[in-house]
């Protein structure tokens, strides 16, 4: 990466208002917390699921990232899964896609998840995805025919899990 790009990525993550471009927030009850254990916090709309530190910087508070992910990663459910699991800013929808197209949502409402509990049911529905190919076929399967049969000739490799 050129120091021009890394330049330009730094300014573009300063001026964004999304929080999971920063890794230093101040603490001033702009953004959403929750505490998790001693000095550890999780920041709603944080879409790295990251946690968080509460450090004092000359009587200021800021919420810093505790992470060992590197600057540029690119965010991910599961590293080496083709499936991912993304909510919605509310936290009340679960997109299911797979290869980055959308396959099924996933509502709070039906299946009963909450904003403090989504990242849990986001982890497991990418799980069971990765262990179970009957549970695959079964949600392509709940699928309109027409958005099946789009999803199945896309992706021939799902097809076969289609029952």
């Not at 505490?35 to 004092?56: I, N, P, Q, R």
């Not at 009587?59 to 459910?77: I, M, T």
């Amino acid at each position: 990466m050129s120091e021009l790009d890394k330049v330009l990525i730094n300014l573009f993550r300063k001026q964004s208002s999304d929080v999971s471009d920063k890794n230093v927030i101040k603490a001033t009850g702009q953004h959403s917390i929750r505490k998790v254990a001693f000095d550890m916090f999780k920041v709603v709309g944080d879409t790295y699921d990251d946690l968080w530190k509460m450090e004092s910087v000359n009587g200021e508070d800021f919420l810093v990232r505790c992470s060992d992910r590197p600057e540029y990663k690119e965010y991910r459910e599961k590293e080496a899964s083709l499936w991912t699991a993304v909510s919605n800013n509310s936290s009340d929808n679960v997109t299911l896609k797979y290869k980055n197209v959308p396959i099924c949502t996933f509502s709070s409402e039906e299946y009963g998840f909450g904003t403090d509990d989504v990242t849990m049911f986001k982890s497991a529905l990418i799980d069971v995805l990765n262990e179970d190919n009957d549970f695959i076929g079964k949600v392509i399967a709940s699928q309109p025919k027409g958005k099946a049969e789009a999803i199945s000739s896309i992706f021939p490799e799902i097809k076969k899990l289609i029952k």
